[in-house]
């Protein structure tokens, strides 16, 4: 029963009885989400969805029977990343880093590195998984993987925070990503492309996540029928794989500068913003990290 599986979650669920056919025409669910704050299994979930009975819903990131769902394809960009690790770098021994085991998302990725691993005939029975919940903590869980196996060779994560943890773990045993252990990621988050050395991810547009539940729910609230939906993903290889590092740029040979919060921010607002007025303020910014960089001091 519902009561009985949120008997503790009373706090995080009070909004949703707010919720109402008198104040909302359509609702998205990002059930992923949910079940992350909320301890839900799958009969308290229909339980949960009966509260919406008469609101049109569209669930996101996930499926659930009798709803229409946005998702994202976990399998196309995430074969590519794995089948690059293998194919392109001869790696034979890779871990994964899954994350939450209720996530919708976490089982569908941990699935298709079992299958990628499988048709390479490469070692992947439990003891080369971690568990994280997608956030950035994870280091202790990446060391106990690195002591299970310390012969590993890469380490695909299902997301890119979680990846955050993967990089300090693995610096703090004087180790380097993409010489020592290649890591990969999934979602392409606002940092990848500003990490040391920058990630290597599987891009997967939230904007786009967004936008076509958007579209569907005011489908939905008109009356008219909407399917289910999938957003594409693709792999996009930078040097945390070990791709993209010369002779003349070895990443153990690199004089690396700490990265602090606010160059990465400016890094993330320069590639992201659509500002003009912003971007011609931050390049300025990220001309001087970049002379930093290179040893010389304006």
């Known amino acids: 029963m ?39 299994d799958r009969e308290a979930e229909k339980e949960f969805m009966k509260m919406f009975r008469e609101i049109p819903c569209i669930i996101i990131e996930d499926h659930i029977d009798g709803y229409p769902s946005v998702t994202l394809n976990n399998v196309s960009g995430l ?7 293998v194919e392109d770098h001869g790696y034979r021994e890779i871990g994964f880093f899954s994350g939450d085991r209720q996530n919708y998302d976490a089982q569908e990725r941990l699935a298709v590195y079992h299958r990628v691993m499988e048709a390479h005939g490469l070692p992947h029975d439990e003891s080369y998984i971690g568990y994280g919940y997608f956030t950035e903590y994870t280091d202790e869980e990446v ?15 299902a997301n890119d925070m979680m990846a955050l943890g993967g990089y300090r773990e693995i610096e703090r045993r004087g ?23 920058p990630l290597t991810t599987v891009r997967v547009s ?6 076509t539940a958007f579209r569907q729910a005011l489908k939905a609230a008109k009356g008219e029928k909407v399917q289910d939906c999938e957003i594409n993903s693709e792999l996009v290889v930078r040097g945390s794989c070990g ?34 007025v912003i971007n011609r303020q931050i390049e300025e910014i990220c001309g001087r990290l970049e002379s930093r960089r290179e040893g010389i001091h304006l």
């Open 79 to 85: 074969e590519d990343c794995l089948n690059h690790l």
């Open 143 to 157: 060391g106990a993987l690195l002591d299970r196996h310390p012969d590993i060779e890469a380490i695909a994560f």
């Open 206 to 211: 939230a904007y786009q996540l967004g936008a």
């Open 243 to 276: 791709s993209l590092v010369n002779e003349n740029q070895k990443i153990g040979q690199r004089k690396r500068l700490k990265s602090t919060a606010c160059e990465k921010f400016a890094y993330s607002i320069l590639h992201n913003s659509e500002n003009r």
């Open 2 to 40: 519902l009561a009985t599986t949120m008997e503790y979650d009373y706090q995080n669920t009070g909004i949703f009885h707010y919720i109402d056919r008198r104040n909302c025409d359509a609702l998205i669910i990002s059930m992923g989400t949910i079940r992350f704050y909320i301890n839900l």
């Open 175 to 197: 180790l380097e990503v993409g010489r020592d252990i290649a890591i990969t990621g999934f979602d392409d988050f606002v940092l990848s492309g500003s990490m040391e050395p």
